[in-house]
């Protein structure tokens, strides 16, 4: 008998003690979770050479509307894009490419605000060029490039995994996915993805 109280008094402190320690559940369906998950690549990340995240690798960094060759703490400024995502501009502000979206999860990478299509970023897919002309049954099997999770393929998703961001790259939204494909595509002033240091 008094052991049965004994365990009945400790489970009533335990369980109060833990819901002490528990927030309030303010989002009971989980979605801000979610979203926090899917659109974290829209906010600061690194992308990184090859497929693991080391410093060595470290070709490029977002931080708030700029984006660092390297880390930003190294001070090498390539771009900065408007809050929209719209538009890059130099470290001189002068305006190398706009990004313009034409369909649902479909954004065309142009030269200046009005020049040739450059590359084309549909869904997790990126082409050089102007896509529109290649039926939407067949277009990812062109891919160049393709986000798959935290990486960057080349070609298709099945493809050989070439760089790695910090996020989920793959949920973020298409006007993130194509600067970083412009990126590795050596667009808008960018050298192109290094490759990685040996071994990884």
Known sequence: MLRNVTTSFVLAVLSFALVGCDAPDNDPDGDSQFRDYAFAADNDIEVHAGTVVEPECLAWEFADQDTYVGPETAGVLLWNVTGLGDEIFD???QLLCTMTSV????????QGA????????WHNHAFFGDVSSIPESVRWDYADYTFVGTQL???PAYG???ATVTE???YAQTKRKM???ALVMGLCG???LPPPPTGS
């Open 103 to 110: 369909g649902p999860d479909h954004v065309e990478l142009r």
């Open 168 to 170: 989920f790259i793959e």
């Open 114 to 121: 009005t020049g040739a299509v450059l590359a084309s970023q």
């Open 160 to 162: 050989e995994k070439i």
């Open 153 to 155: 393929a080349e070609g």
């Open 91 to 93: 470290i001189n502000g």
């Open 179 to 181: 600067a970083v494909a």
């Open 190 to 192: 960018s050298a192109g």
